[in-house]
Nanobody
Framework: VQLQAYGGGVVSAGGSLRLSCAASGRTFSTYTMGWFRRAPGKEREFVGFITYSGSTTHYADSVKGRFTISRDNAKNTVYLQMSSLKPEDTAVYYC????????????????WGQGTQVTVSS
């Protein structure tokens, strides 16, 4: 599985941004996709995941109500719609594939994209 995240950029606080992650190499509709982020000087943090069919999503408390994950299995793409952005959302955002389950734990994700930088200015 190859993953490529894109769509990052600089946005003002309160603004919105949508990240995309394109997948290839294995039937996309069979596995969970997750989003994680790493802020400067901090450990990697779970953001959320969406199950293979898109029927279930789960979010970290820090983004719940502001971020939405969706997927288009016909396009092999997962999205992270971010709204009401805060400076503390500044991080490199990564998409990842969990081939065997649904989890918040990064260690269980099998493949990772290269990350895309999101910077929220105050």
């Amino acid at each position: 599985v190859q993953l490529q995240a894109y769509g990052g950029g600089v946005v003002s606080a309160g603004g919105s941004l949508r990240l995309s992650c394109a997948a290839s190499g294995r039937t996309f509709s069979t596995y969970t996709m997750g989003w994680f982020r790493r802020a400067p000087g901090k450990e990697r943090e779970f953001v959320g995941f969406i199950t293979y069919s898109g029927s279930t999503t789960h979010y970290a408390d820090s983004v719940k109500g502001r971020f939405t994950i969706s997927r288009d299995n016909a396009k092999n793409t997962v999205y992270l719609q971010m709204s009401s952005l805060k400076p503390e959302d500044t991080a490199v955002y990564y998409c990842a594939a969990d081939l065997y389950g649904n989890t918040r734990q990064a260690a269980f994700y099998n493949y990772w994209g290269q990350g895309t930088q999101v910077t929220v200015s105050s």
